[in-house]
């Protein structure tokens, strides 16, 4: 395989200018994530600060109705509600010990710049956080947060003004600051070596739902369930499961409205290939090449692109896609909510929908783990304006 | 044509003892109807090799002139199949070298092979790719080759001397190098640190270099003497324009 792959997919399509802190990243990784000092630190971190492990529980009531046992890894339960936090807190670290001064990222909703704000702030790190101009104002209550903890949100007004923005402004301003500078990147995309970094810190999440899970039952899950935007949380819970062969692996990504030929989020059921963010991917584009807007009720799902290693495990069978449209998570936020005292975030109620959707191809009784990637706090406000809209 | 047309324009120049000129407008800027006459004025007043933007919608390596230039010509309805379509149409009333500039998806999706084989019929003579670093693009560079048509290496201020002497190995066109570590945009200066850098790639390219990025006057270049053999001007003639000024005019400034 050619380095930085995944079978044909990922690889550094980047400006030659950004190829000198890449290959910098790359070394660091090397030298710094295995090292006792590092993981001492981070494993602390996470423990201490971040508050792992988090939970998985059993829900009883939903189960009963379902007919199989359906399990969530509560990744909500982490700091700032998120699983985006395990990522930053490890990035923050290795900026720090990289002898880098500051962090600089990029948000779509908020919850990524939130969790890379909070990992600065604990580490004494400068922050700037870039975000499209729409969503600064759709989620101003996330731009408050960050400028709690001393970053700076700064507003990108062009293109889309969304997240595929803030990421081309972030690699913009990465180039004039490299030699200062850490790329805090998000999610398990981008250019090598940012998928398997994002991985390395994610990975958390399934390596102690297969503890749990095996401490409590004895067995290994029948299935594993995740939602798929950019696909941190999803590789977050795929890796430790890739090599057993007997696990379903299911990433679901977000149909937007639902209707044929509608705006959405699911590159890999409905893109084709090509190069942004400098990977080889599944993308939403014309056919000249020209990036399409994404659309999804849930902002962090919200992007034209996907992480590579979600693109090699579908295209490699390893893995299944699915589909699940706003109305549908809505459903599922709702009965999670009801049934389990449990609010989710719109992200993973994605996952919690497609296995409600799909309730007769999973066998009685199978166990199916769903990665709750986030707290649904924040969705408060589009769930109403939702409900009103659509006169419920 | 051949694949050292680049090289030669710019040799021809420096022989005259001068900077070769390259102007940089991206394809159907300011507007479709008139885009072709900038181009031939830009020929007509001294352009050595002028370089035409492929828009693309997501350019990380541009600043905001580019970019909204580049938006513009996309929300006209330009692609690269209008942009190929009609250089072929005015190529031979065209004397200097033709260079494309843009990103690597429209022209992915355009075909990498149908690419390399319409750019040559249309007199196109290289080709510059921002987000197509050495390791992903060695093999479009030969097969663009084959067809006579340059992949232009870009290095910049933190390209140590090893990783431009991958790009000089087979190296075509002429060395674009990049002035500032950012986007596109002039600049009232550029870095000090700039003649280090430059000075490694005189040494290690055979083939002519080219400063580009944070030009707007000719003034910049007179620090530089002998370490620049052509000189790329794109965000400085795109607001010229905007000001509703011709390209003559601002070719007189250069020439």
């Known amino acids: ?47 201490n600060f971040v508050g792992r492990p988090t939970a998985l529980t059993h829900c009883q009531n939903l189960s009963r109705e379902l007919g199989f046992n359906l399990w969530l890894k509560r990744e909500d339960l982490a700091h700032t509600g998120a699983h985006k936090i395990n990522n930053t807190v490890g990035q923050a670290l290795l900026t720090k010990m990289m002898g880098k001064p500051k962090m600089l990222a990029e948000t779509g909703a908020g919850q990524h710049g939130v969790a890379t704000a909070t990992a600065a702030a604990l580490l004494d790190l ?70 398997l970094l994002v991985r390395e810190f994610q990975s958390v999440i399934g390596r102690e739902a297969k503890q749990q899970f095996k401490e409590r039952t004895g067995e290994m899950p029948y299935m594993v ?20 062969k007997s696990v379903k692996i299911v990433g679901v990504e ?49 992007y034209p692109g996907v992480g590579p290693e979600h693109v090699h495990l579908h295209a490699t069978g390893r893995a299944e896609f699915g589909m699940v449209n706003d109305s549908q998570a809505i459903n599922a936020f709702q009965m999670l909510c009801q049934k389990e005292g449990i609010l989710p975030a719109l992200e993973s109620s994605h996952a919690v929908a497609w296995v409600i959707e799909n309730k007769d191809t999973i066998p009685k009784d199978a166990n199916v783990i769903v990665n709750l990637s986030g707290r649904g706090d924040k969705d408060m406000d589009i769930l109403d304006d939702y409900l009103a809209q659509h006169g419920k | 044509m051949s694949i050292t047309t680049l090289a030669d324009k710019i040799n021809d120049a420096n022989a005259k003892g001068r900077t070769a000129l390259i102007p ?9 109807e008139s885009f072709w006459k900038e181009i031939l004025e830009l020929d007509a007043n001294g352009a050595d090799i002028i370089e035409i933007g492929m828009p693309f919608s997501d350019p990380v390596a541009d600043g905001p002139v580019v970019e909204a230039a580049s938006m513009k010509c996309l929300a006209d309805g330009v692609n690269l199949k209008w942009i190929i379509e009609g250089l072929a149409k005015v190529r031979s009333q065209i004397n200097a070298g033709i260079v494309l500039m843009g990103y690597y998806n429209p022209v992915l999706q355009y075909g990498l092979e149908k690419f390399a084989k ?8 290289g080709l510059i790719i921002a987000d197509l670093p050495y390791e992903e693009g060695l093999e479009f560079r030969d097969l663009l080759a084959a067809n006579e048509v340059a992949l232009v290496p870009l290095v910049g201020l933190n390209t140590e001397p090893e990783r431009m002497k991958l790009y000089a190995d087979g190296g075509n066109g002429f060395c674009y190098f990049v002035s500032v570590l950012g986007t596109t945009g002039d600049r009232d200066s550029l870095p000090e640190e700039i003649k280090v850098g430059l000075k490694h790639a005189k040494d290690i390219f055979d083939i002519p270099v080219a400063l580009g990025f944070g030009l707007k006057h000719p003034s910049q270049l007179e620090q530089l003497e002998g370490l620049v053999d052509a000189a790329v001007f794109g965000s400085a003639l795109i607001r010229h324009i905007d000001d509703g000024k011709s390209c003559a005019e601002f070719m007189k400034v250069w020439t």
């Open chain 1, 1 to 47: 395989m050619k380095r930085g792959y995944f079978g044909d997919f990922g690889g550094q399509f980047v400006p030659e200018l950004l190829m000198p802190p890449l290959l910098e990243l790359e070394e660091a990784m090397g030298r710094i994530l295995k090292s006792a000092e590092f993981q001492q630190e981070y494993t602390s971190l996470l423990k």
């Open chain 1, 126 to 195: 400068e922050c700037d956080i870039y975000m499209g101009a729409i969503d600064v104002k759709r989620q101003s209550h996330n731009v408050r947060r960050m400028e709690l903890f001393g970053a700076k949100c700064i507003p990108v007004h062009s293109g889309t003004q969304t997240l595929k923005d803030a990421i081309n402004a972030a690699m913009r301003v990465w180039i004039a600051n490299q030699r200062t500078t850490h790329y805090c990147f998000g999610t398990a995309a981008g250019a090598h070596p940012f998928p």
């Open chain 1, 225 to 244: 369930v995740a939602c798929v935007g950019g696909g941190s949380n999803a590789i977050g819970m795929f890796h430790e499961f890739v090599n057993e």
């Open chain 1, 254 to 302: 977000a149909a937007g409205t639902g209707e044929p030929g509608c705006t959405n989020s699911a590159p890999i059921n409905l893109g084709t290939p090509g190069v942004l963010h400098g990977m080889n991917t599944l993308l939403l584009q014309s056919d000249d090449g020209q990036i399409l807007p994404s659309h999804s009720i849930a902002a962090g799902l919200d």
């Open chain 2, 24 to 32: 940089f407008l991206p394809g159907g800027y300011p507007n479709k």
């Open chain 2, 118 to 125: 319409d750019a040559n019929g249309a007199g196109i003579n």
